[in-house]
């Protein structure tokens, strides 16, 4: 069974930095692209970055370019989120998502449960 | 940028009811790289259709989507107690990788 687990998730302020970790199990976690797709309280599915299989490829939207980096250790089977110069509007929920294969413009096919980001001062 | 817009903002319904739900996207991009998810109460979204039409495992086959170019659909032809969640729908590929805001089912 594929299994996503996030963590790293909390309380920062304005300003401030996290790092989010998803390990990926029941999988060969190197031949998928993977991504983060974050959802504020209520709201809809925002896609935040996405990474190639062997991590050369890196992919951000228009609001957190700059701030925010992607990774991956293959060998952990694990994939990060570090997030800088975090901003009230960067509060949500932030899923680790698998992409449907190699490819990072696949659909994803699995989620992790998510971990909640809380930028308030 | 795409933009994906749903229809109905909510949509409600009784168990075995057929429900019918839209999706429309602002750019047309030639295939059919088009998805559907549901999400219930604090769970993760769950994959349902991919590639406008094809059923991920384990879906039932009550669920079924439809569409192609700008339109897409999904339908759920008898509704379950576990149907009422929210929807979204997906627009993926190199060109665009976008969601759509979302329709809650609920019961009625």
């Keep these: 069974e ?4 996030e963590s790293g998730g909390g ?3 304005p300003g ?4 989010l970790s998803c390990g990926g199990s029941g999988f060969i976690f190197n031949i998928y692209a993977m991504s ?6 209520g709201k809809g599915l925002e ?17 957190v370019r700059g701030r925010f980096t992607i990774s991956r250790d293959n060998s952990m089977k694990t994939l990060f989120l570090q997030m800088n110069t975090l901003r009230p509007e960067d509060t949500a929920f932030y899923f680790c998502a698998r992409h449907g ?9 699995n989620w992790g449960q998510g971990t909640l980001v809380t930028v308030s001062s | 940028e795409i933009v994906l817009t749903q229809s109905p903002g ?9 429900a019918t739900l839209s999706c ?8 059919n790289n088009f998805a559907w998810y549901q999400q219930r109460p604090g769970q993760a979204p769950r994959l349902l259709i991919y590639a406008a039409f094809n059923r991920a495992a384990g879906i039932p086959d009550r669920f079924s989507g439809s569409g192609s170019g700008t339109d897409f659909t999904l339908t759920i032809s008898r509704l379950e107690p576990e149907d009422f969640a929210v929807y979204f729908c997906h627009q993926y590929g190199r060109s665009a990788f976008a969601f759509g805001p979302g329709t809650t089912l609920d019961i009625k």
């Design chain 1, 2 to 5: 594929v299994q996503l687990l």
């Design chain 1, 11 to 13: 309380l920062q302020h």
């Design chain 1, 16 to 19: 401030g930095s996290l790092r």
């Design chain 1, 36 to 41: 983060w797709v974050r959802q504020a309280p």
């Design chain 1, 47 to 63: 896609w935040v970055s996405g990474i190639s299989v062997a991590g050369g490829s890196t992919y951000y939207s228009d609001s």
């Design chain 1, 101 to 109: 294969g190699a490819s990072y413009d696949r659909y994803i096919d």
């Design chain 2, 10 to 18: 909510t949509l409600s319904l009784s168990p075995g009811e057929r």
């Design chain 2, 24 to 31: 429309r996207t602002s750019q047309s991009f030639g295939t």
